[in-house]
């Protein structure tokens, strides 16, 4: 290590932190956002219950997949794989993840239970014949907190493989509620929020951390990890920009149209799409394996 080394350490990790507490504060300010704008105004709503409605077009199809997603999800699956997080990370001797993996396991799932029956409500602004608040999803809040424990747990030679598949897995749940009717894209991509704010506070705890050798992430894993992030960002911004689009063009429209549905569902789901492969980059950019200071 060289001697401009040194105190440049704790700069990166003072840097990293306050980057990770900035980024849990916008994300627990979008689930808000979400909540103000879907919710509780005609222009969401409307943008929302379209989508919805457009949900029904080939579920007869799509169900029986999305239930064998969704079944997954109980709270006996998430007991397990918050024991099993916690076995292993004290297994590594690492007691600070072992906390962290049980706050954001516990404290996402909590957050949402609050959220929906405590704190949001949904006013009726004649545009839904629902009338209950189900914003933010559960069962997407568990897919996604499960993904969140999977990737503070693995090594960071291995953390761009967990956030690819967690990724996947919290994301095709949510959509996984949409098809099957539960769940509207907002209440999916709140759930998402809520995860990600609390995974952004663990990582700025514990940091990228190391493999249980003491040795930090080799060349090839760095690369696997460099050449992730450009593919998240534009899948990402992608999805973003066709969630955007369509929300605008179905702002202007009645929404009765079966076509009009059919991109309103779209959008909803590249919105869905968005948020969880911009949250998983984030995730990866905060947990990304620390490089070697020896010589």
């Known amino acids: 290590m060289t001697r ?5 350490a704790p700069t990166r990790t003072a840097a990293r932190r306050a980057v990770g507490i900035l ?8 689930v808000v956002g ?5 919710v509780t105004t005609p222009s969401g709503q409307h943008v929302d219950e379209v989508a919805y409605l457009g949900s029904r077009i080939g579920r007869s199809r799509l169900d029986e997949g999305a239930r064998t997603v969704l079944d997954v ?15 292993v990370a004290l297994l590594r001797r690492q007691v600070l993840l072992a906390v962290a993996v049980a706050a954001v396991v516990g404290g996402a799932n909590v957050t949402t239970q609050l959220l929906k029956y405590g704190i949001f409500s949904r006013p009726d602004l004649g545009i839904s014949e629902v009338h209950m608040n189900s914003l933010p999803s559960g069962h997407t ?13 693995t090594p960071p030679r291995w953390r761009w493989l967990a956030v690819l598949l967690g990724a996947a897995y919290a994301g095709g749940t949510g959509v996984a509620t949409m098809i099957g009717g539960w769940h509207r894209a907002s209440d999916v991509v709140a759930a998402l929020l809520v995860v990600a704010a609390w995974v952004f506070l663990a990582l700025a705890v514990v940091g990228p951390g190391s493999d249980d050798n003491g040795r930090t992430a080799p060349p090839w894993a760095r690369r696997a990890d460099a050449l992730m992030r450009p593919f998240l960002a534009v899948v990402g911004a992608g999805a973003g920009l066709v969630g955007l689009l369509s929300m605008l063009l179905v702002s202007q429209v009645d929404g009765a149209d079966r076509v009009e549905q059919l991109v309103a569902y779209g959008g909803g789901s590249a919105g869905v799409v968005a948020v969880t492969c911009l949250a998983a980059l984030a995730s990866l950019v905060l947990g990304a394996p620390r490089r070697s200071t020896r010589r």
């Open 4 to 8: 401009t080394d040194a105190p440049a």
């Open 73 to 87: 999800v109980s709270v006996p699956f998430l007991v397990v794989v918050v024991l099993a997080a916690v076995t």
């Open 141 to 153: 809040t568990v897919a996604a907190s499960v993904a969140g424990a999977a990737l503070l747990i």
């Open 34 to 38: 979400a909540w103000w704008f879907f």
């Open 23 to 30: 980024l849990a504060a916008l994300a627990a300010l979008a």
